[in-house]
């Protein structure tokens, strides 16, 4: 069984570019979730799709934006781009399952960097 | 809000040693859930284990074992007879409510053969 899949494993853009990354979910998972990993601050939550709708999101300005398709694979966008948001971006999955059971499973990640 | 602290930056062992990597959560919730995750220099997260705070038993799979105290907080994670695959980054985190991952700064790990 294929695990979460990202794309692209790199990216090089300048500043003011946009930044699109995608992420197709383990299949049969609903719910998909962003989390940037940039150095000097960890590991952050960006945002939770499931079911097509946006269901949370972390504390990042509204220029990271995203969505969900109804195949479930989701697209993180990044506007205006900022030398702050060269990171690891990781994308996971999970079944729409209760917080008792929530497992989420994680993709290779996109190393965005923004020179 | 919750909040979850790895004191140890790095760990550096000999193959074979027995490590114990160091995990505090902080939580006023009465039901919490609890992860570790592994990161291997590839970047992807890996799934070790997850512990709700009303699960009974300590886990063990295979070389390694997980020990839950509610008394200090703590769900510290022991590698026995460690290996250099091992080596990595590992991270403890827990959920909130919106099903948002608190994460830890994180423990690299090396071993040394």
């Known amino acids: 069984e294929a695990g979460v899949t990202q794309s692209p494993t790199h990216l090089i853009k300048t500043r003011g570019q946009q930044a699109t990354l995608r992420c197709s979910p383990i299949s049969g998972h609903t719910s998909v979730y962003w989390y940037q990993q940039a150095l000097g601050l960890g590991l952050q939550f960006l945002l939770w799709y499931d079911e097509g709708e946006e269901r949370n999101r972390g504390n990042f300005p509204p220029r990271f934006s995203g969505r969900q398709f109804p195949n479930y694979s989701s697209e993180l966008n990044v506007n205006a781009l900022e030398l702050e948001d060269s990171a690891l971006y990781l994308c996971a999955s999970s079944t729409g399952s209760t917080l008792a059971k929530n497992i989420q499973y994680f993709g290779a990640g996109t190393r965005l960097s923004v020179l | ?113």
């Open chain 2, 1 to 113: 809000a919750q909040k979850v602290t790895q004191a140890q930056t790095e760990i550096s062992v000999v193959e074979k040693e027995d490590v114990t990597l160091d995990c505090v959560y902080e939580t006023r919730d009465t039901t919490y859930y609890l992860f570790w995750y592994k990161q291997p220099p590839s970047g992807e997260l890996v799934f070790l284990i997850r512990r709700n705070s009303f699960d009974e038993q300590n886990e063990i799979s295979g070389r390694y074992s997980w020990n839950f105290q509610k008394s200090t907080s703590s769900f510290n994670f022991t590698i026995t007879a460690s290996q250099v695959v091992d080596s990595a980054v590992y991270f403890c985190a827990s959920m909130d409510s919106n099903y948002q991952l608190i994460w830890g700064a994180g423990t690299k790990l090396i071993i040394k053969p």
